[in-house]
């Protein structure tokens, strides 16, 4: 099962956007991630380390685990069993500055009981008109293999010897941001992706109305495109207010071939307190996209169409979380190899809002008439980091 989490270097940003003419100081953090929400639990350390080679060439590595237990709506309507799986995820990088520019390549390792993935990515950033301007490419290629755990005739669960998939990821963008005044930057993104190979999860069904069937519907494997490509324009702004805070926003649009748009708004304020040592932050973002040109909560019949789909993340959906943030400045350790350290707690509450996924695990009523589906999800991050 492909899992989806919060990477460290998400949170840190340690892989990102270069600075010009200086690389960020050496650096090391801990993360714990916990997501509950929807029937499924997953929680899990973090760890990176950053440490410069020379003046100008830097490399980064970190380690992740996520430990995930449950059962989706998904798996409770198709009958199947919780779920108890472990994903690893290892990355190594490196970032070499030279004058303006900054190039940077790294290399991902992510492995699940049945999903391997490998991605290679490389970005160039460069610093122009007095550092007023900043341009950023970059390009990353992944390889997945899929495999599936089903039960032996011994009752003991093994990874299927007759299924073994592969998926093949290719992404691009390109990026600009500017500094209008001393108080506002924008930026603008572009990003393209295309994948290609087994698009599907294995253990996902479509349902079809079946008049032999005691509830009055079956259930079928799920069959997708086996091409997807997609194409997002974003652009951000962060604003700073003369009371020494800051006021962000960011608007995305997202496209693709299998006639999914989106459209994602984020507003976030950050406020320092205590004299610059306390800083809290609150956030807003709200998504909405429409179904898949494939998917259908309930098809008229077995093998109705060439591709079907009952995959609640291809419906109609929106969603909206509310976050905040607390970060502090710890005290300078005696140590002085530590020059600076802080430790931070993230609070996430996710609503999710379905417009055409109906919870199917509601009986007694005709195929197609039960409640749509909503649920909640509940994110904490709690983050140290030391800068040496």
Not at 5 to 11: H, N, R, W
Not at 100 to 129: L, P, R
Not at 222 to 240: D, H, L, Q, S
């Amino acid at each position: 099962m492909r899992l989806i989490v919060l990477s460290l270097l998400a949170v840190t940003g340690a892989a990102a956007t270069a600075r010009a003419e200086v690389l960020p100081p050496d650096e090391a953090d801990v993360m714990y991630k916990y997501y509950n929400g929807g029937g499924i639990k997953a929680e899990g350390p973090a760890y990176l380390v950053r440490k410069s080679v020379t003046q100008n060439a830097a490399v980064t590595a970190s380690y992740e685990v996520d430990q995930v237990t449950g059962a989706s709506i998904d798996s409770v309507v198709s009958g199947a069993s919780p779920i108890r799986e472990e994903r690893k995820q290892k990355s190594l990088g490196a970032e070499y500055l030279s004058d303006k520019v900054t190039y940077g390549a790294a290399v991902i390792s992510s492995v699940e009981n049945d999903y391997d993935s490998s991605t290679v990515n490389g970005h160039i950033s460069q610093s122009m008109f007095g550092d007023l301007t900043t341009v950023t490419l970059s390009a990353s290629r992944g390889w997945d293999i899929i495999t599936r755990r089903v039960k032996s005739p011994s009752g003991a669960v093994i990874s299927d010897p007759t299924f073994r998939a592969r998926l093949d990821r290719r992404q691009w963008s390109v990026g600009v941001s500017q500094i209008f005044t001393r108080n506002l930057i924008v930026g603008v993104d572009y990003e393209a992706n295309t994948s290609q190979g087994y698009e599907q999860n294995p253990y996902r069904t479509y349902r079809y109305l079946d008049p032999l069937a005691a509830n009055g519907y079956s259930f079928a494997a799920e069959v997708y495109p086996t091409t997807r490509t997609g194409n997002a324009f974003a652009i951000k702004a962060k604003y700073y207010l003369s009371w020494h805070a800051a006021a962000s926003g960011s608007y995305r649009y997202y496209t693709d071939t299998w006639g999914i748009h989106s459209h994602t708004l984020e507003l976030g304020y950050t406020q320092p307190f205590y004299k610059n040592r306390l800083t809290a932050d609150a956030g807003f973002r709200y998504y909405t996209q429409n179904q898949a040109s494939f998917y259908s909560d309930l098809f008229p019949r077995f093998d109705y169409q060439n591709y079907m789909a009952r995959d609640r993340e291809l419906s109609s959906l929106y969603t909206q979380s509310f976050s905040g943030a607390l970060t502090y400045e710890l005290p300078k350790a005696r140590w002085h190899v530590i020059k600076r350290s802080t430790a931070s707690l993230r609070l996430e509450e996710l609503l999710y809002r379905y417009r055409d996924f109906r919870n199917a695990t509601v009986v007694g009523v005709t195929p197609g008439t039960e409640p749509l589906y909503s649920n909640s999800a509940f994110n904490a991050v709690i983050l140290a980091q030391f800068y040496f």
